[in-house]
């Protein structure tokens, strides 16, 4: 499977850049992990809207879902122009009435995810764990011939998203907090936490991500990296290719 990074920040993007977006293409299938603000445009540079397959959203902050409404356009107007046939699915958790404005027209049609079992989704099979965080969200794991990804979404510190993420060959760990800012922002985690989940659930790579505005996004690697000792640390930047 390969993952391309569309974006990376917390809140609102920078200039020409995105908040939270990851494309994930796996057995053909192209599928949209999250959908912030900005990603759109970033998505563009990859792929043509008619063969996106399905989009997965963690959960329904702005940074993670706004862009879901101009791309239900972009879906509607491809198809009355008869340039794409299916409809596209789009999957959330249904706790929020926002799950309904993911269905527009005959264009897209909101799916529920389910915590649990494995949920197949464009022929790639997906888990889901519910996190810490100020909405319900979710983190998933994709497994994809016996490779493994996990992506957290926003989550404050909890060891059993370790035990979710055991054994991953790539963590997409949301990093909003430097270390001396812990507790500043609850449902979120610090660089170093992000690094102790990726250490205790003995992930190949992880992968730091959704980052503040301010600070240094070097020491946010090098506090993550104090506590996932002697395995890489990578730091998401758009256009980033991971390939598992
Ligand atoms: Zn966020
Ligand atoms: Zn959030």
Redesign the pocket.
Same mark, same amino acid.
């Given at each position: 499977m390969k993952l391309t990074v569309l974006g990376i920040w917390a809140a609102y993007p920078k200039a020409n850049d995105a908040c939270s977006g990851y494309l994930l293409t796996a057995k053909g299938k192209n599928i949209l992990l999250d959908c912030g603000s900005g990603v759109l445009s970033s998505l563009a540079n990859y792929i043509n809207f008619e063969d996106l397959d399905a989009v997965v959203l963690s $959960?329904y902050?702005a =940074? $993670?879902m706004s862009d879901i409404y101009p791309l239900q356009y972009a879906i509607d107007l491809l198809i009355r122009r008869g340039k794409r046939q299916e409809a596209l699915l789009i999957y959330g958790h249904n706790d929020e009435a926002v799950f309904h404005t993911l269905n527009y027209k005959e264009a897209c049609i909101a799916k529920p995810i389910k915590e649990g079992n494995d949920q197949n989704i464009g022929g790639v099979s997906f888990k889901f764990f519910k996190t810490k965080?100020?909405?319900t969200?979710h983190a998933m794991r994709v497994e994809v011939d016996e490779k493994v990804m996990v992506y957290t979404g =926003?989550t404050g510190w909890m060891e059993e998203l370790a035990e979710f993420a055991r054994h991953t060959d790539l963590l997409i760990c949301e990093t909003s907090l430097f270390n001396q800012q812990k507790g500043l922002n609850e449902g979120h985690l610090t660089a170093g936490e992000a690094g102790r989940i990726a250490y205790i659930s003995n992930a190949k790579e992880l992968l730091i991500t959704h980052f503040p505005h301010e600070g240094n996004i070097e020491e946010l690697q090098h506090q993550a990296q104090e506590e996932f000792r002697g395995s890489p640390v990578l730091t998401a930047h758009k256009d980033m290719i991971i390939t598992l």
């Open positions: $959960h902050h =940074d $993670h965080h100020q909405k969200c =926003d």
